[in-house]
């Protein structure tokens, strides 16, 4: 099973950039979008059912209560057992979560909200951040597997960022941010990509401004993390970063 997660920073804008096209070439079985922008009523028929004669997709949308802001978003080739969001008003509200499931694995689309300059909204993010780990253990608790696919908005070491001391008061990089990666993965779940690429300089977003990218100036703060009892079915984990469009890459994970 290939999963592949991305914020496409706008779903109608990259749609324009061959969004479809690259989705069915993509041989993913499913695609977890975030910041979508975008709820089902203004989409047209390409991107709610992108298909072609060897491939289809259903497509399942949480879209934020303001227009033409955050929302989530999954693709799937796979027939879904179900669909359901956060079940929390406050993030709900934003579009924040998808989540699908497949059998004994749950699928989750997760936009983490940015924490804004001097920390506006950290305290809204470090609730979502709460939630969305207590949802994650439910769900184990209960017997499924998790993939929880996503922009977290959250470099989590210096390895993870191109100017780690200059960023360390900005939002994304903050203390309490990276503090809550580390509780994270220390209790109970594993960033996969660090499974497999341990090098420095694997970025998933780069600022539109100064050439970023060109130059690699970026941030890794898209992630594919999972419970430690299923790394064993982990097959691959990468950063697609040859994928434009948006100002963040594709990542991916292959599952058996």
């Given at each position: 099973?290939?999963?592949?997660?991305?914020?496409?920073?706008?779903?109608?804008?990259?749609?324009k950039?061959?969004?479809?096209?690259?989705?069915?070439?993509?041989?993913?079985?499913v695609?977890c979008?975030?910041?979508?922008?975008a709820?089902?009523?203004?989409l047209?028929?390409?991107?709610?059912?992108?298909?072609?004669?060897?491939?289809?997709?259903n497509?399942?949308?949480?879209s934020?209560?303001?227009a033409?802001?955050s929302?989530?978003?999954?693709y799937s080739?796979?027939a879904?057992?179900?669909?359901?969001n956060?079940?929390?008003?406050?993030?709900?509200?934003?579009g924040?979560?998808?989540i699908?499931?497949?059998?004994?694995?749950a699928?989750?689309?997760?936009?983490?909200p940015?924490?804004?300059?001097?920390?506006?909204?950290?305290?809204?993010?470090?609730?979502?951040?709460?939630?969305?780990?207590?949802k994650?253990c439910?769900?184990?608790?209960?017997?499924?597997n998790?993939?929880?696919?996503?922009?977290?908005?959250?470099?989590?070491?210096?390895?993870?960022?191109?100017?780690p001391?200059?960023n360390?008061?900005?939002?994304?990089?903050?203390?309490?941010?990276?503090?809550?990666?580390?509780?994270?993965t220390?209790?109970?779940?594993?960033?996969?990509?660090?499974?497999?690429?341990?090098?420095?300089?694997?970025?998933?977003?780069?600022?539109?401004?100064?050439?970023?990218?060109?130059?690699n100036?970026?941030?890794?703060?898209?992630y594919?993390?999972v419970?430690?009892?299923f790394?064993?079915?982990?097959?691959?984990?990468?950063?697609?970063?040859?994928?434009?469009?948006?100002d963040h890459?594709?990542?991916?994970?292959?599952l058996?």
């Open positions: 099973m290939k999963i592949i997660s991305w914020n496409v920073n706008g779903i109608r804008a990259i749609q950039k061959g969004f479809t096209q690259w989705l069915l070439s993509s041989n993913a079985d695609v979008i975030q910041e979508t922008k709820s089902r009523d203004n047209d028929e390409e991107l709610l059912s992108p298909h072609n004669e060897n491939v289809s997709y497509s399942y949308f949480s934020a209560q303001k033409g802001y929302g989530t978003a999954i080739k796979i879904v057992d179900k669909i359901e956060l079940g929390d008003e406050q993030f709900d509200d934003e924040r979560v998808t699908a499931y497949f059998s004994n694995l699928v989750i689309s997760a936009y983490f940015n924490s804004q300059d001097h920390g506006k909204r950290l305290q809204y993010k470090l609730d979502f951040c709460n939630a969305i780990y207590k994650c439910e769900l184990e608790k209960q017997g499924f998790i993939v929880l696919c996503g922009d977290y908005n959250i470099a989590h070491k210096a390895i993870d960022i191109a100017n001391k200059a360390e008061k900005n939002a994304g990089y903050l203390p309490e941010e990276r503090a809550w990666m580390d509780f994270f220390e209790n109970g779940y594993t960033d996969t990509f660090r499974m497999f690429n341990k090098e420095p300089k694997q970025y998933t977003w780069w600022s539109y401004r100064m050439r970023a990218r060109e130059k100036i970026g941030w890794r703060i898209d594919l993390c419970n430690n009892s790394t064993q079915n982990v097959v691959n984990s990468a950063i697609m970063s040859d994928v434009q469009g948006s890459c594709p990542v991916s994970i292959e058996k």
